[in-house]
């Protein structure tokens, strides 16, 4: 089974400021097939990011993916007040895993 | 538009069958490529894949919960059921359904219904 490890656990910004959050595979991802997914207290996860890079429909663009291989990033590059929430990176390569998630939260 | 809706009881007693239904609109699971799966979440934890279905009923297991799972579905009236035996209290979450489309490649999990919270508890 795939592994994915999230880094950091908790990030703490402002808004206006740039997140980036790290995933990191136990083995190397075919294709890429790399998603990240956004959760608010109560709701579902919302589908960002798949393809390692490519942006769901109607995700601002101020969302990006990269990476290959074992390492992703997803980055946020101006927080809005709406996007404090937990990121989940996942691979639907082999099965499907998802990372422990990352807690973006306001400092 | 696409939308997918969880039911099922919201109390199980320990060693109970939990069956859960996830009625869906917007797309046709006998689509060449539709696939429905399900995930949980234990309260303040972490998701985690536990069945899909395919258009062409093939269907897919987590290895470590496969021999209590059992997944089907019912095109005619747009519905996936999951039942998972013997139930205990660590089974407590939130279980959602959600779509994705294996068009040749692999697909994420595009679209998500808003969960169900089933607690397992004498």
Redesign the interface.
């Known amino acids: 089974?795939i592994v994915l490890t999230q880094s950091p656990g908790t990030l703490s910004l402002s808004p206006g400021e740039r997140a980036t959050l790290s995933c990191r595979a136990s083995q190397s991802l075919s294709?890429t097939?790399l998603?990240w997914?956004q959760q608010k207290p109560g709701?579902?996860?919302?589908?960002l990011i798949?393809g390692a890079s490519s942006r769901?429909t109607g995700i601002p663009d101020r969302f990006s993916g990269s990476g290959s291989g074992t390492d992703f990033t997803l980055t946020i590059s101006r927080l809005e007040p709406e996007d404090f929430a937990v990121y989940?990176c996942?691979q639907?390569?082999n099965?499907?895993?998802?990372?422990?998630?990352t807690k973006v939260d306001i400092k | 538009q696409v939308t997918l809706r969880e039911s099922g009881p919201a109390l199980v007693k320990p060693t109970q069958t939990l069956t859960l239904t996830c009625t869906f609109s917007g797309f046709a699971l006998s689509t060449s490529g539709m696939c429905v799966s399900w995930i949980r979440q234990p309260p303040g934890k972490a998701l985690e894949w536990l069945a899909r279905i395919d258009w062409d009923d093939d269907k897919h297991y987590s290895t470590s919960l496969k021999t209590r799972l059992t997944i089907s579905k019912d095109t005619s009236i747009n519905q996936v059921v999951l039942t998972m035996s013997n139930m205990d209290p660590v089974d407590t979450a939130t279980y959602y359904c959600a779509r994705l489309y294996y068009g040749g490649d692999p697909g994420p999990f595009d679209i998500w219904g808003q969960g169900t919270v089933v607690t397992v508890s004498s």
């Not at chain 1, 709701?43 to 589908?47: K, M, W």
């Not at chain 1, 099965?95 to 998630?101: C, E, I, R």
């Open positions: 089974e294709s097939y998603a997914y709701q579902a996860p919302r589908l798949y769901a989940y996942q639907y390569g099965s499907f895993t998802f990372g422990p998630g």
